[in-house]
């Protein structure tokens, strides 16, 4: 551990970033038991699923803040290094919510054989980094089946996190809506065809969505007692208002009363600088981050409708090189609105637009994409490098 923070150190001051990463990495190199010894006789949750694994974390750990220090990697380090870094900077919390990667999660559950292991969604993301999300589901099924003791806190609506889970002995299922229906037409069991109606799903096979014991309805969250929270966030759109839920039944779990972390949902105002309004001279610009499909149509349905767009893609190592995806996205939402695309791939994205018959002009560089429009609001909507390039040349503006 104490090469790690050496190496953490040696990192800020070379200005090569924070160092966790870097850090955790050294410590695991030199004992791999180290994050094994570093969660005992903690409660750990852990937090996965394509999307809102960072919000979800986020609401969760200030929910439990209620009870007691909590060590989070709230800067989004998901991979075990990162993990690790996070419980090493709080030693002393007998609380830990983690992020995890998904394909790290056998992994990390089998290093710290977590209370709670919180699963949000499975949808396909950068196929050339992920892999197959079917692939995926058995790999978790795997994991939850070496862990009956873990509570696991699961999507419904989600099949193939359905599928994942069904067989855990502690289960708590959460009703989150079913919006992204693009990776379960097939069922992950049979192969059989996935028959769905509102507020069901069903196979022939006899997987079917589970009754849940917390569900979502607009802002309310109904308990499994049968009350009911008001969410009221700070924080945009549907998906936000399903990771609460989730955040909501995992720290019920460990003993918080829903209306108390209700409460402390709404000091949440951005999430690493998603969501946030910064102005640029004659513009206030709001945030938002996606990075797979899934992602893009809840940040598309979020945007305001008389508010201009700009939308920015990159495809470096971090966003995935394949930009396939493009075509799986719904772009076709943006029809009738101003939209200026940008990005070191706004080339593929205005093709993506043209075959959307959504009008638009393109602008190489992000930042005079904003100044060309007119005075007033915008949207932005980046995927990953793009996001951080961004958030950082307009936060030094
Ligand atoms: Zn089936």
Redesign the pocket.
Known sequence: MAAGRVTAWLSRRAGLGRGSMIGGRVALALDPRALRRLGRERTVVLVTGTNGKTTTSLMLTRALEALAEVAANSDGANMPDGVLAALAARPGAPYAVLEVDETYVPWVAGQLNPAVLVLLNLSRDQLDRVGEVRAMERDLRAAIAGHPETTIVANCDDVLVTSAAIDAPKLVWVGAGRRWTGDST???????R?ETGKDHWS?????ARPEPAWTVDGDLVRTPGGRQVDLDLRLPGAANRANAAFALAAAHRLGVPPHTAAARLRTITDIGGRYRTVRRSRHSVRLMLAKNPAGWGETLRVLDEDTPVVVAVNAQEADGRDLSWLWDVHFERLRGRQVVVTGERGADLSVRLCYAEVAHWAEPDPVAAIDALPPGGVELVANYTAFRDLVGRLSGA
Do not use: V
Request: charged residues 15%; aromatic residues 0%; contains cysteine.
């Open positions: 097939a069922c992950p069991r049979c192969d059989g996935i196979c022939a096979c006899g997987l």
